[in-house]
């Protein structure tokens, strides 16, 4: 009898002892569950990687609108309206177009704020019907481009220069400009796909190439 009240007892001891290194090791586990979560939470807490692709399949969604933008660009005929009205928005354009010729991203990024400005302060009140919608369009493509340069690094700015360049150029074909522009082209930009740029100058100075290719380029029309 004694023998098995010893028995008893040391069954029961050995079953608080299972019991408890259980709780202990599953108490553990939880601990390091817990401790993986918070560390996933702070990997990306900043959402810092996240934003990044997000940039990334952004400017890929953008790369796609400038290939098949480039393809539907506004011919200009060769005298066209003069226009004084679209002029502040060409020269903050041409402002861009300077700054990435000599690879300068902050004079670049300065430009597309000051191109923001333009459209925002352009007087729409005598476009109506049919100009009225395309020049919301272009608008709205334009700013969105113009915006993108002011954040972006370098070879960003660029793709998103070959879009606002085809809005450009289709705004000085609807409204006109009092400027004489050169409609310029660059075989190898866009991938080799090429891309136009507006200058106000003869000379060839190419924004998409810059310092390493400056003078890549030909004059497909003179405006005004």
Known sequence: MKNLKVTTVILVMSFIGLTAISCKDAKKEN???????MEASHDNSDGHHDKEAMHDNSDGHHDEDSDSSTDHTRDIEANTQK????????????QIKNALTTDNKNEAAKGGTA???????????????????????????????AEHIVKSPIDHQREHFEVL?????????LLGTEK????????????????????EVEEIKNPYMGIKMPTCGTIQKQIN
């Open 31 to 37: 601990t390091n569950e817990e401790g993986s979560q």
């Open 83 to 94: 226009n004084t009205a679209t002029t502040p928005i060409i020269d903050a354009y041409i």
């Open 115 to 145: 191109l923001v400005a333009a459209f925002s302060k352009f007087d729409m009140s005598n476009l109506t019907g049919e100009t009225h919608k395309e020049y919301m369009e272009i608008l709205e493509s334009a700013k969105e481009h």
């Open 165 to 173: 360049s085809t809005d450009i150029n289709d705004l000085v074909a």
């Open 180 to 199: 004489t522009l050169y409609q310029d082209s660059c075989p190898m930009a866009n991938n080799g796909k090429g891309a136009i740029w507006l200058s």
